[in-house]
Every structure is written in C-alpha cells, then in structure tokens.
C-alpha cells in the first residue's frame, strides 16, 4: 500500500516536471521563432534599402544619359541653325550682289541705243521683221550700225513667229506656191529655216493658192491652158497644182 503511494507521487512529480520542460520548450522554442522572425524581417529591410540604394544611382545614371542626349540635340539644333542662318545670308549677299550689277549693265545704253530700240519695238507692234530686215529699216532711220544692232538682239522678237506673221501678210495681199513663198521671205532677209517655218505653218491650201493665182492672172489678161498651168509651174507650183488651178477657172 505504501509502495503504490509512493509510486503514485513518483508518477505525479515525473508529470509535473514533464509539464514545466514541456512548457519552458514551448516557450524556448516561440522565443527563438521570434528571434529568427526578427533576424529575417531585419535581412528583408536591409535587402530592400541596398536594392534601393543600388537602384538610385541608376536613376541618376539615366538622367544623367538623358541630360547629355537632350544637351547633344540641342547642339545640334543650334549647329543647323547656324547652317541655316549662313546659307540665307549667302542667298542675301548674292541677291544683293545681283542687285547691285543690274543697274551697272543698264547705265552703259546709251541714248543712241535707248532709242533704237524704242524706235525697233514701234515697228515690231506695226508689221513683222527680220532681224536683218529690222536693223536695215534702222540705218535707214539713221541710227548707226551698232545702235541698231543692239536694238534687234534686244527687241525680244522671235524670228520664226516673225516669218509666220510675215507670210500670213503675204497671203492676204496675194497668192503664193509653197516655194513662191519661201524664196520671197528669203528675199524679206529670214534665213531658210525661218523662211521654211513660215511656210509650213501658216495653213495654206496650196492647191487653192494655185486657183486664186489662175484667176489673178486671167483677171489680167487671156491665157490658154497650156499657156496658164506653165505660168503657174514658173511661180513654184506643182504640175498638179497648177492643172487644179487652170481647171477650177473653168477651163
């Protein structure tokens, strides 16, 4: 009996002190989860404040490339603005420099030639020239040679429409043949080429210039037929021309 009490307060102090490890183990162990909680949030921080700190000078490298690009640009703005500057003052000075020639060249014409060329221009307005044709007509208004040279190749004339104009003149006043036409602008003094343009382009019928001269010369006087288609062939037009022609005046 004694022996199970015994037993029985063995059994109670081994519970008893296995209550109290159990609780200073259970304490031991929630003080060091602390303490490792408290070791890894400290470790958290201080990774977060170095990655911050690394980050920083980053940043400031960036800005600092950004700062240096946005310097650059602006260089080289400035630098294409100069250029710009430069290339519109060199227009400037050329323009001026142009300007200032003009009135040069314009006061070396002397009255002579002022008035040739005046006088060239009134007869341009008035009927169609050559250019020999035009200086001629000036020496005959008593201008000298050079006068009335400077006054034809300043006229502004152009001498095709000049030949053009002249063989329309031409054919109002009277027929022609193609070749007629030709040599009596050549004998006005327009080159060949002038001459040939003026007959090419003026819109002849020339089969019908070759009528309207058969009937001129019938006007005049009597022909035969043969008689009027070799007239005819001797002012330059073709032998078919010239048989239309007679033919059309009813022969």
């Known amino acids: 009996m004694i022996r199970k009490k015994i037993f029985a ?6 519970l008893a002190l296995a209550g109290c ?23 958290e921080t ?35 603005k100069k250029k710009e500057v430069t290339t519109t003052q060199q227009v400037t000075t050329t323009q001026q420099e142009t300007t200032t020639q003009q009135p040069t060249t314009t006061s070396n014409i002397t009255m002579g030639q002022k008035n040739a060329l005046k006088k060239a221009e009134s ?21 000298t040679y050079d006068e009335c040279v400077y006054a034809a190749d300043n006229c502004g004339a152009n001498w095709n429409a000049q030949a053009l104009e002249k063989a329309k003149d031409y054919l109002d006043f009277t027929a022609f ?22 007959a090419d382009n003026c819109g002849a019928d020339w089969y019908e210039q070759a009528a309207e001269k058969a009937k ?18 001797y002012e330059g037009f073709t032998h078919e021309q010239a048989v239309y022609g007679v033919e059309a005046n009813g022969y």
């Open 216 to 233: 001129s010369y019938l006007d005049l006087m009597a022909f035969s037929k043969a008689e009027l288609i070799e007239q005819l062939e």
């Open 123 to 143: 007869y341009l307005g008035f009927t169609a020239f050559s250019y020999k044709g035009l200086i001629g007509q000036l020496e005959y208004e008593g201008f």
């Open 9 to 14: 307060l063995v059994l109670v102090a081994t």
């Open 177 to 198: 043949s193609y070749t007629g036409l030709i040599e009596q602008l050549e004998y006005e003094e327009f080159t060949s080429e002038q001459a040939k343009y003026g």
């Open 46 to 80: 201080e990774t977060s404040t170095k990655e911050i700190e690394t980050t920083q000078p980053a940043t400031t490298t960036v800005s600092k490339e950004t700062a240096t690009e946005k310097e650059t640009t602006t260089e080289k703005e400035t630098t294409t």
């Open 21 to 43: 490890t159990s609780a200073d183990t259970t304490s031991e162990t929630t003080t060091e989860q602390e303490s490792t909680t408290q070791r890894i949030t400290k470790k």
